[in-house]
């Protein structure tokens, strides 16, 4: 990615805020929020999701979505996907996401090229990044243990979530253990 003769365009929906490469790149573009304070341009670095397909997380007015970089690609070189039409890999492999092996194609043409390809697979956990690995993660494993421990000794979940700096829901997968399962806490 990166070379002289890649070619950007904005993400659909997302215009002025983020575009994508015919190379399989994402980045941010820069701006001014209306607080003043800038964003600078910058190139994202994709993860896995649990099926083998790079996702990025985007921001915009304080909301952040995570997309498929394949999906948003299509859009914006290809056009909107059609109605009951799949992002398709001509070559099977789910992150490799040059516009050349990209295409939109029926259920059918998908599952057909998984099954000619192999590729009907789940990323096993040892690859996934997880925890502060993420390039989006906001905690690190100590705060995550700080919140097992202060949960676990009385306080709220909306407090820890504002000592931390994260929302509620994110303070409240970590005590149901549905995220950051990784990290142990001394006694939870």
């Not at 789910?94 to 599952?111: M, P």
């Amino acid at each position: 990615m990166g070379g002289p003769d890649e070619t950007w365009r904005p993400v659909v929906g997302l215009e002025g805020y983020y575009e994508v490469s015919d190379q399989g790149g994402v980045r941010r573009q820069p701006r001014i929020l209306k607080d003043g304070r800038r964003i600078l341009a910058k190139v994202l670095r994709p993860t896995l999701d649990a099926r083998g397909y790079r996702t990025v997380w985007l921001s915009v007015d304080g909301k952040r979505h995570v997309r498929r970089v394949h999906r948003m690609m299509l859009e914006s070189f290809v056009g909107p996907r059609p109605t009951n039409i799949d992002a398709c890999h001509n070559n099977g492999i789910r992150d490799d996401n040059r516009l050349s092996n990209l295409r939109w194609d029926t259920r059918s043409g998908n599952i057909k090229d998984a099954v000619k390809h192999g590729t009907k697979y789940r990323v096993p956990a040892s690859m996934m990044q997880r925890g502060s690995d993420r390039y989006n993660a906001i905690l690190t494993e100590g705060d995550v243990e700080r919140i097992l421990d202060l949960k676990r000794s009385g306080c709220m979940q909306k407090d820890i979530a504002s000592h931390f700096d994260v929302s509620w829901d994110t303070v409240s997968g970590i005590v149901l253990r549905k995220t950051w399962t990784h990290v142990e806490s001394r006694a939870w």
